[in-house]
């Protein structure tokens, strides 16, 4: 009888992720990560503001994850390919949350809110840059530079961070890595993860270092008064991982000529390929990096953007000379590396400029770079995949590899590229049609399109808006639903959609 | 010379049909029902053993012999077979066959213990390749690093009247150029002044490359230079000749039925367009314009389709078929069934092989018309009774000197030329006087 009932039941399949082993990783991670909090508390202590929310926060970070750590030791198995997309996603969920505490404990009325606190946090952590700050003059120094170093930390990622310096990290294969790491993985690593998570971060760590200084030099030099060691910091760790956040109201466009121009060139920089130039700077081969495909491309997107948008400014007598070609260049590559900070209010220009930059929104930098959105090599691939279905409609007989760099491209990655495409479009236009009826129920002044424009800039890990949203703006007016499907595009953008999705197939759970 | 010949397949065949009257020949097999067939046609000593077996090879006497081929159709097998050979028999030439290019390449670098590889792949493409360069030709070799290019023709009614009906000596003839036989049904001609060429004619030419493109435009007024041409079939074979014809800058596109290797072609020779189709497909062949084609080559593997496919060419417009003959016997076939030219892997693979068994003196041998004729590049013995006597005296016995390489660069001959001592002689002749004429120069 029990046997028949059995039989009856469909077969319950067994669980195909090794959950303990997961959380056993997160925690070890988790307990790491906590002791970033070091920084922050040393800043608080150096301008005399309280620290204990710093250091709460670790304890917390830490201790919480030293639990974990302990609870799931026993049981813990290897971390494969299918657990390490579920440490990637519950790592970048975790990590947001636990640096929103100190938002939480010392914001203030801004950001004291959970929700607002958490909106922060994903903003900084996915380097995003949106914020629901309204007067900066009331956050704190160590709290901004706790907002900045954020971004910084989130840019070349946690886990590709935990994997470089962590002597006995469990982890197998190199999954784990490109679930981070962003853009399609074409170029096959050569050198084993660690090596390569290893020298992605000393060079991140070394451009920060010289944009620092360049930076400082130019507050010491006189050339600009309000460029103080603290801003140059601060402004580094917003610039090199993309992110946008600015301790000012008016982002970079409260700095001199010189500095955003230095600011830029690095923006340039940080939405560059690190491996590529790793092999220009440090293996010293520029021949072969000034070849590749996708970093032409990406220049020349750029160059073409910042001309496009000079001249509109140039022509309707928004800024002249040497100004609008400033602006336009430090626009163009602000919004295509997706770290959007601005050295002008672009919500009040004309519509067919809120055009251009919209469209920026949706380039992103390259592959292997700290900026989010599409990026250049997948537009570039979706090119040629788009130029053979033409060739192929004539001829279908005919046999077109997909070629980048003259290597061929695999035909399983092409079909990750338009899939990823097709997802992104996909949560683009959910996402911003969810913050459009919430804003239009809750009456937060963002029409449809800022709302669309919300979306993009949120999934591309962009920053600023548009209309109340814009670069001088805030999120703030927006009611919870849209704050929460924000967060929710940030973390989906930062990780590139797949390996988040992933986790809500049945296939990833059961045999 | 004793000749130790591993593998009794096609190749081995026709290395043992080509040598036997001439040299001691031991065969080694795995198969007995193969040496035996072979054993019942020539008198050749057989040895059934496996190459890759030190053991069987050294109870076959490997050791005794001058010359080792090891020309199965496995690649690992004529490796491993060269190396033990090298080892066994000290002072032998080893050559081996192989189908792999990787093989050919890495004995260029020196990193093969061997002293020659052929690859019956290689070999074939080159044989195609210089057929494309000479559109009209049947056939076509090169001499002395290509310096000095050997031709057979088929004089057709169209061909130009300067060379055509009229004696040779009044004939205005592509300079750097020589007539060295006119085959005429069974019968061959070496000529002389007053000899003319006739439509239905067979001509052999030794002349300079840009001659030999001369005298094609001459015989075959209509045919221009390839330069867009269709393989069928993108295997090994395909694959060598597309290398080299997109080398020579010809526009390449190939046809391959298997999806899989179709993809793996078009990813490793970006310059061809590669199709994934049958070719036998006659809405493919119209829409691609195949048709449109300057040449057609047929690399498939089995001849049936070859003829097939290449027969279907024909219909669609392509004038001009080469097809790989498989088979030995297919070559006549293909012929009679209008392809323009077949060529057979394994018969091309042992003419490279052969050579290696001439007198040190034959730098190479050209088989005309199966193995009837035969042109050799002799270097003369300095007692040899030439030395010093002008072409006009020379008398013809059987052979005729088409172009004579003199420090490396080639000459070709007038009637009042000398030959010096040290030069070598690009001669043609009959292959049963072959021996004969090494002999006499």
């Known amino acids: ?511 | 010379m004793k000749i130790f010949v591993i593998g009794a397949g096609q190749v081995g065949v026709a290395i043992v049909e080509a040598l036997h009257e001439e040299h001691d020949i031991t065969v080694l097999d795995t198969e007995a029902s193969r040496l035996g067939a072979l054993a019942g046609r020539y008198d050749v000593a057989t040895f059934e053993g496996d190459g890759t077996s030190r053991r069987d090879l050294a109870s076959a006497r490997v050791q005794d012999s001058d010359l080792v081929i090891a020309c199965t159709s496995r690649d690992e097998v004529n490796l491993v077979a060269g190396m033990f050979a090298r080892r066994e028999a000290r002072n032998a030439t080893t050559v081996i066959r192989t189908s792999n290019v990787e093989y050919v390449e890495l004995w260029r670098e020196g990193q093969l213990d061997v002293d020659f590889v052929v690859s019956s792949e290689l070999e074939t493409a080159h044989a195609i390749s210089r057929i494309i360069g000479v559109p009209a030709a049947r056939q076509t070799d090169v001499f002395a690093e290509g310096q000095v290019q050997l031709v057979e023709f088929d004089v057709e009614d169209g061909a130009s009247s300067e060379v055509v009906g009229v004696p040779l000596r009044d004939a205005q003839f592509p300079r750097d150029s020589k007539v060295a036989a006119i085959i005429r049904g069974e019968r061959m001609l070496l000529p002389r002044g007053d000899d003319r060429i006739e439509p239905g004619d067979r001509i052999v030419v030794i002349g300079s490359p840009q001659a030999a493109q001369e005298w094609s435009t001459l015989l075959a007024p209509g045919e221009s230079k390839v330069r867009d041409v269709v393989i069928f079939g993108a295997g090994r074979v395909g694959t060598a000749i597309a290398r080299l014809l997109i080398e020579q800058g010809m526009s390449v596109r190939m046809i391959e039925t298997s999806r899989a290797r179709a993809f793996e072609v078009a990813e490793s020779i970006p310059e061809a367009r590669v199709y994934n189709a049958t070719g036998i497909d006659p809405d493919f062949l119209e829409r691609e314009r195949i048709g449109n084609a300057h040449a057609a080559i047929f690399a498939m593997r089995d001849d049936t389709k070859n003829l097939y496919a290449a027969s279907l060419a024909k219909v669609h417009g392509v004038k001009f078929t080469i097809s790989i003959a498989h088979e030995a016997v297919s070559v006549e076939a293909f012929e009679q069934a209008g392809v323009n030219i077949s060529v057979n892997p394994r018969g091309v693979t042992a003419e490279e092989i052969i050579r290696f068994a001439h007198d040190p003196r034959t730098k190479q041998v050209a088989l005309l018309e199966g193995n009837r004729y035969e042109v050799l590049d002799v270097t003369l013995r300095d007692t040899s009774e030439y030395i010093g006597k002008r072409f006009q005296d020379m008398p013809i016995r059987g052979a005729i000197i088409g172009a004579v390489v003199r420090n490396g660069s080639a000459i070709f001959p007038h009637r009042d030329d000398m030959l010096e001592a040290g030069d070598r002689v690009i001669v043609f002749t009959e292959a049963s006087d072959a021996d004969r004429v090494v002999k006499a120069l």
């Open chain 1, 1 to 511: 009888m029990s046997q028949a009932v059995a039989q009856r039941r469909a077969p319950r399949r067994a669980l195909a992720v090794d959950v303990p082993a997961s959380l056993n990783l997160i925690g070890t991670l988790g307990k790491y990560l906590g002791l970033v909090t070091i920084f922050p508390t040393a800043v608080a202590i150096g301008y005399g503001e309280t620290f204990w929310p710093y250091v709460l926060a670790g304890v917390v970070a830490s201790g919480g994850s030293y639990l974990l750590e302990r609870l799931t030791a026993g049981s813990a198995g290897r971390v494969g390919v299918r657990e390490g997309f579920l440490v990637v996603s519950a790592t970048w969920l975790l990590t947001p949350a636990f640096s929103a505490l100190p938002y939480l404990f010392i914001g203030g009325d801004q950001l004291s809110h959970p929700i607002d606190a958490f909106f922060e946090g994903m903003s900084g952590f996915t380097t995003t840059g949106a914020s629901v700050v309204t007067d900066f003059g009331e956050i704190s120094k160590s709290l901004a530079m706790w907002r900045q170093f954020t971004q910084w930390i989130g840019g070349m990622g946690i886990i590709v961070l935990a994997i470089a310096v962590l002597p006995r990290l469990r982890v197998g294969g190199r999954q784990l890595l490109e679930s981070e790491l962003p853009g399609p993985e074409i170029a096959q690593l050569s050198e084993r993860i660690r090596e390569t998570a290893r020298l992605l971060w000393v060079l991140y760590v070394g451009l920060t270092a010289v944009l620092v200084l360049l930076l400082a030099g130019l507050g010491w030099i006189g050339v600009d008064d309000r460029m103080t060691l603290y801003e140059a910091i601060s402004h580094a760790f917003g610039t090199m991982p993309t992110g946008g956040f600015s301790t000012q109201p008016d982002s970079a466009a409260s700095f001199a000529p010189a500095s955003q121009w230095i600011l830029g060139l690095f923006m340039l920089l940080a939405g560059a390929n690190y491996l590529l130039m790793y092999r220009a700077f440090v293996r010293r081969q520029p021949g072969r990096v000034v070849r590749d495909q996708e970093l032409m491309l990406y220049v020349a997107l750029v160059a073409i953007a910042s001309v496009a948008i000079a001249i509109q400014l140039w022509g309707h007598g928004i800024v002249e000379g040497e100004e609008s070609i400033r602006t336009g260049f430090f626009q163009a590559v602000s919004i295509i590396t997706t770290t959007g900070m601005v050295s002008a209010d672009y919500a009040v220009w004309p519509s067919v400029m809120l055009l251009t930059i919209f469209a920026l929104m949706f380039v992103g930098g390259s592959a292997g770079s700290t900026a989010g959105s599409i990026k250049v090599i997948r537009h570039l691939l979706i090119g040629r995949i788009l130029r053979r279905e033409l060739s192929q409609t004539v001829s279908p007989e005919v046999v077109l590899p997909v070629r980048l760099n003259g290597a061929p491209v695999d035909e399983r990655t092409l079909r990750a590229i338009a899939a990823f495409v097709l997802l992104y479009v996909g949560a683009w236009a959910v996402g911003g049609s969810i913050i459009a009826i919430d804003s239009a129920i809750v009456g937060a002044g963002l029409g449809p399109l800022d709302a669309l424009g919300a979306s993009a800039t949120a999934l591309g890990n962009v920053g600023p808006g548009f209309g109340i949203a814009g670069p001088f703006g805030s999120f703030a007016p927006l009611g919870d639903v849209s704050k929460l499907t924000m967060i929710a595009l940030m973390f989906l953008g930062r990780l590139e959609i797949v390996p988040v999705v992933v986790l809500l197939t049945r296939h990833y759970w059961r045999l």
